[in-house]
């Protein structure tokens, strides 16, 4: 069975830091990899994915993820936080099962930027 | 604007009383699936649908139901509520089943059960 774990369930960083979200997921086969932000009383929003290809994967609002398969993660990083970035971020794992385009998500990490 | 659209957004019941959340995309998509978001537990997949023809059960079904009589429609029925059925819930869509392509996230609906 497929599962993905994010370490910290709040990070704190201050505005112009570096921004780095942990993920790692466990899964038999090659997996497919997003990353969804979630702003304050909306929905999710897509801000990256891997599926095959480059292992650095470039996405919106200047972040980007890189695969690694050797470590099974799939860690999100941001070279500089903005204030706009405060968001709870999810990264998720889709993988080919008998349900479709099932994606199966971590618990979520809220990123708080201070000034 | 291509969206996927949630209704109610909010919504306080009471144990036992039928109700329906509607969710509806002008994209075409053939798949769409729903969600319920608890804090510390992420997104659990309730029900999902590869198309009109095939609907199937997630992580989470039990206590809800789901219709797909037409392609751009897919409501949660929660037939009698519960207490833990208090949650955030989110319908989502994609072109197709295939499991590289992204879902597409309606607003969300609060719902909280007394």
């Known amino acids: 069975a497929q599962s993905v774990t994010q370490l910290g369930s709040h990070v704190s960083v201050s505005e112009g830091a570096l921004v780095l979200l942990r993920c790692n997921y466990s899964s038999s086969v090659p997996p497919y990899l997003f990353w969804y932000v979630q702003y304050p009383n909306q929905g999710l929003q897509l801000l990256l994915k891997?599926?095959?290809?480059?292992?650095l994967v470039k996405g919106i609002n200047g972040f980007e993820a890189e695969f690694k398969k050797s470590e099974t993660s799939f860690h999100l990083t941001k070279p500089s936080a903005h204030m706009s970035d405060a968001a709870e971020y999810f990264c998720?794992?889709?993988?080919?099962?008998?349900?479709?385009?099932?994606?199966?998500f971590g618990t979520g990490t809220q990123l708080k930027v201070e000034l | 604007e291509a969206q996927v659209t949630q209704n109610p957004r909010y919504l306080i019941t009471v144990t036992g009383k039928k109700l329906t959340v509607t969710c509806s995309q002008n994209?075409?998509?053939?798949?769409m699936s729903w969600y319920r978001q608890d804090p510390g537990l992420g997104l659990r997949q309730i029900y999902y649908s590869m198309n009109v023809e095939v609907t199937d059960k997630g992580d989470v079904p039990e206590g809800y139901k789901v219709s797909r009589k037409e392609k751009r429609n897919f409501p949660l029925i929660l037939e009698s509520p519960s207490p833990n059925q208090t949650s955030l819930y989110f319908c989502?869509?994609?072109?197709?089943?295939?499991?590289?392509?992204?879902?597409?996230f309606g607003p969300g609906t609060r719902l909280t059960v007394t």
């Open positions: 989502a869509s994609s072109t197709t089943g295939g499991f590289s392509h992204e879902q597409y």
């Open positions: 994209m075409n998509h053939e798949y």
């Open positions: 891997y599926t095959t290809g480059a292992t």
């Open positions: 998720a794992v889709s993988l080919i099962t008998g349900g479709g385009n099932k994606l199966t």
